[in-house]
C-alpha cells in the first residue's frame, strides 16, 4: 500500500511570491494535515481537511490557506512568502477526521526554502 | 495554556542498554497521546499510542507509560538500536482537535 506522498520534495522561492504544495493520503483516508517543523523545532499545526471541508486551523495568518479536492488530495498555498516561511512542511491522512485514536501517517515532506 | 513538553531535549545511551524519553502534557482533558518517530529527512513515523483510560502499553521493544497524575508520559526503548537514533516526539490530542506535538527529545545511540 502506498504511504502518503508530497510533492515537490524541495521548493525554492523569493520572498513575497506564492507557493503551492501538495498532498496524496493514503488510499481510503479522508482527512488530512498540514503541519510546519521549522529547522530545529517541532510540528506546528497549520490545518486539516476531511471529506473536503476544513475543520480546523492552527494559529498561522491567511496567507497560509488550502484545499482538499473530491479525491481527498490536498493543496497547501503559502502567499506573500516570508523568510521565517522557509521550513518542512509535512502532510499527514488519517482514516476518519476528530476522533480520538485515529493515527496520522506522515509523508515525507516538502523542504520550502524562501531566500 | 495548554502545552506538550518534554523534559530532556538529548539523550545519548549506549547499544543495548534501555532508553527512557520522557514527555509532560499540562492538559488533562487530552485523551489520546501518540509516540512519534522522525529520523533525518523523513516525515515522522508513529510508534505507539495509548489512551487515557490506560496507563500502560507495549509493543515491539517499546513500552509507553502514562500516568495521569502528574501528566506524564515516558517512552521506553528496550535494548537500544543504532536503528533508534532519531528525534521522537510526543503528541497529544482531544476529541475533534489536532495533535498537539512537543518539541521533541534527539535519541543518539554510541555503538
Known amino acids: 500500500e502506498a504511504g502518503v506522498t508530497q510533492s515537490p520534495t524541495h521548493l525554492i522561492k523569493t520572498r513575497g511570491q506564492q507557493a503551492t504544495l501538495r498532498c496524496s493520503p493514503i488510499?481510503?483516508?479522508?482527512?488530512v494535515y498540514w503541519y510546519q517543523q521549522a529547522l530545529g523545532l517541532g510540528l506546528q499545526f497549520l490545518l486539516w481537511y476531511d471529506e473536503g471541508e476544513e475543520r480546523n486551523r492552527g494559529n498561522f495568518p491567511p496567507r497560509f490557506s488550502g484545499r482538499q479536492f473530491p479525491n481527498y488530495s490536498s493543496e497547501l498555498n503559502v502567499n506573500a512568502l516570508e523568510l521565517e516561511d522557509s521550513a518542512l512542511y509535512l502532510c499527514?491522512?488519517?482514516?476518519?477526521?476528530?476522533?480520538?485514536?485515529?493515527?496520522?501517517?506522515f509523508g515525507p515532506g516538502t523542504r520550502l526554502t524562501v531566500t | 495554556g495548554e502545552s506538550v513538553g518534554l523534559h530532556l531535549p538529548t539523550l545519548s545511551v549506549q547499544e543495548g542498554d534501555n532508553s527512557i524519553i520522557n514527555c509532560a502534557y499540562s492538559?488533562?482533558?487530552?485523551?489520546?497521546f501518540i509516540w512519534y518517530k522522525q529520523e533525518s529527512g523523513k516525515g515522522p513515523q508513529f510508534i505507539i499510542d495509548?489512551?487515557?483510560?490506560?496507563d500502560k502499553r507495549q509493543g515491539q521493544r517499546v513500552t509507553v507509560l502514562l500516568n495521569k497524575t502528574v501528566k506524564h508520559l515516558s517512552l521506553q526503548i528496550a535494548a537500544t538500536q543504532p536503528g533508534d537514533s532519531a528525534v521522537y516526539f510526543c503528541?497529544?490530542?482531544?476529541?475533534?482537535?489536532?495533535?498537539?506535538f512537543g518539541k521533541g527529545t534527539r535519541l543518539s545511540v554510541i555503538a
Open positions: 492538559n488533562s482533558a487530552s485523551d489520546y
Open positions: 488510499s481510503g483516508h479522508t482527512s
Open positions: 499527514a491522512s488519517s482514516a476518519r477526521g476528530g476522533l480520538g485514536g485515529n493515527e496520522q501517517y
Open positions: 495509548i489512551r487515557s483510560n490506560m
Open positions: 503528541a497529544e490530542k482531544r476529541r475533534n482537535t489536532p495533535l498537539v
